[in-house]
């Protein structure tokens, strides 16, 4: 029972051809790495003189070392799991070695167990995987950067062969449909739609202009939403709140649903305020959907307290005609 914790095992059928108990393919890496005995305290013996090998401290206060011999641990479990090892192993073992072949990307972590480094390799991941995710964002809005200078420059160079001055800039007539967002809804890139990151990322990085999508909540409040409900962007599409129409949702509510990026669906207030703040060309298209007629009225008196945000507005759209006449009434009062 002792040496089944350590992963020595009989292989199903018990021995080999020639008679002998084979070592289960948990365990045939390190068997090539140090001598082994049946007897648990020569056992334990060798676990310790792999570990001072290893690198590894045998000080419970010393978690920097730890940390600092990671990357170490990881090359040289690596080797000892190489594949390249099985043609070390005698003829005579060939069909064990072919077990320890197949066994893939879990010979790492067999061995890590065994020596009692699966802590320590599934901390090194999530660094190695939150630094990842760091680089593909940072590399996202570099993209982004680039992709507007080298229009601005194709555009430069355009006018200058066409003999053109003045007139609308190429860079002008783009509109970052919700914001600078996977179209996927792939949050590990790029910002979720309609979330504020999204327009802070656009306009921040040279877009001039933005769209967005309104929704009147149940307590009047503007929000940034393009469907009827948080089905497809919830971060918890368990939740009950998920299914509800937005204007059966108050803004409390509403704030307790967490988009797939962790944020939560914006104020049409607060991004626009963004917008004034960054200044320069940055502004919004505003589309009101369709049977939305409240969220016109709600525009309007948002733009009466606040005319300074008015300006960041370019245009308000929406393809219900009676939505726009209730804002244009609205607006001349």
């Known amino acids: 029972k002792e040496l089944s914790k350590l992963g020595i095992a009989k292989i199903p059928g018990g021995l080999d051809g020639n008679g002998r108990t084979r070592l289960s393919p948990k365990l045939l890496p390190e ?17 310790s003189l792999i570990r001072y090998h290893l690198g590894l401290v045998e000080d419970e206060d010393d978690e920097e070392d730890e940390g600092e011999n990671l990357l170490e641990v990881q090359t040289r479990l690596q080797f000892m799991t190489n594949p390249n090892l099985v043609g070390l192993v005698p003829a005579d073992e060939s069909a064990a070695a072919a077990e320890m072949a197949e066994m893939g990307g879990s010979r790492i972590e067999d061995v890590a167990g065994f020596f009692g480094l699966s802590g320590l390799l599934t901390k090194r991941r999530v660094q190695d995987s939150d630094a990842v995710l760091v680089e593909k964002r940072k590399a996202e809005l570099r993209w982004l950067r680039k992709m507007v200078e080298d229009l601005k420059e194709a555009d430069e160079r355009e006018r200058a062969a066409r003999g053109y001055q003045g007139g609308i800039e190429l860079i002008s007539a783009l509109v970052g449909h919700r914001g600078y967002h996977s179209i996927k809804d792939n949050s590990s890139k790029r910002p979720i739609e309609n979330s504020l990151v999204a327009y802070e990322a656009a306009w921040t ?41 937005v204007r059966e949702l108050t803004y409390r509510e509403i704030m307790s649903l967490p988009l797939k990026s962790g944020v939560r669906p914006p104020l049409l207030f607060d991004v626009l ?57 609205e607006l001349e009062v």
């Open 31 to 47: 068997l090539y790495s140090a001598q082994f005995n049946v007897g648990l305290p020569t056992v334990e013996a060798g676990l």
């Open 205 to 245: 990085n040279g877009i001039h202009s933005c769209e967005c999508d309104i929704a009147l909540t149940a307590d009047d409040k503007l929000i940034l939403a393009h469907d009827e409900n948080f089905v497809r962007l919830a971060l918890d599409k368990d939740d009950p709140l998920v299914h509800k129409n």
């Open 273 to 329: 305020r963004s917008a004034y703040v960054i200044g320069g060309d940055a502004k919004m298209i505003v589309e009101i959907k369709p049977g939305n007629v409240e969220a016109g009225t709600a525009l309007a008196k948002m733009f009466a307290r606040h005319p300074h945000l008015m300006e960041r507005v370019s245009v308000v759209m929406s393809f219900d005609a009676y939505a726009m006449q209730n804002l244009k009434r």
